[in-house]
């Protein structure tokens, strides 16, 4: 974990900083992402995801992501929507991005991934902002687990439809930092692997799914 970060007061912040755009912006966005989708004639199914740039009473930068929740097969109304408030800040390295997760879990993403995601997925984007706006509007759904490493440590991956995460998890300050991807297309063997070992770990809640949002990924590795 970077010098330059103090998990603790993130932690802080976030909290405080979350609890408050929930009770106040955020409902307005929902409400806003709803007339939008009316009066934009937005077919059901679709995602639709919207990126709206808010500050926080202490003038911190958060982007709230509002879509149709993949839970749902048809956007009906507010009720159908998935909201995810990201904050950000730049760093020596470039920009930093994070999130409160359930059980009170941060998830950070390191400029690192953030380069790696637009190089590797071809985004050609310019603005490291930009990068963290076309990551987050695919989504956080993803299956998660374990990868074990040449050293025979356990590293954190997650699986998305595009590629998968590869970070690093700090049990004792409740942190899980992604830091870097890599798309399907230059997956290694042993990523595969473990790839598909998570998805059958899941496959009783990816049963459960609508098909339109369940992740693709190759079954059988040779």
Not at 2 to 19: A, F, K, P, Q, W
Not at 35 to 42: A, C, D, G, Y
Not at 167 to 177: A, F, N, P
Request: hydrophobic content about 35%; aromatic content about 12%.
């Amino acid at each position: 974990m970077g010098s330059s970060i103090n998990i603790n007061d993130v932690h802080t912040r976030l909290r405080r900083e979350y609890n408050g755009l929930m009770a106040g912006q955020v409902p307005q966005l929902a409400t806003v992402y709803n007339k939008r989708r009316e009066t934009s004639k937005v077919k059901e199914k679709a995602t639709y995801a919207n990126a709206y740039p808010v500050k926080s009473t202490a003038g911190n930068n958060w982007i709230i992501f509002i879509q149709k929740s993949p839970d749902v097969k048809k956007y009906i109304d507010k009720n159908s929507i998935s909201i995810l408030a990201v904050t950000y800040h730049y760093c020596n390295e470039g920009l930093k991005a994070f999130y409160l997760a359930d059980n009170n879990v941060i998830v950070g993403f390191n400029p690192h991934f953030f380069e790696r995601y637009n190089e590797r997925m071809n985004l050609n984007l310019a603005h490291p902002l930009d990068i963290v706006k076309a990551f987050f509007k695919k989504g956080i759904y993803c299956y998660s687990g374990l990868i074990k490493k040449k050293d025979g440590n356990k590293q954190p991956i997650a699986i998305r439809a595009d590629g998968v995460q590869l970070g690093e998890y700090y049990v004792k300050d409740s942190y899980m930092e992604w830091r870097t991807f890599v798309n399907r297309e230059i997956t290694n063997l042993n990523q595969q692997r473990a790839a598909n070992k998570i998805i059958m770990h899941h496959k009783e809640v990816i049963r459960r799914i609508p098909a339109s949002n369940k992740i693709a990924w190759p079954q059988r590795i040779a």
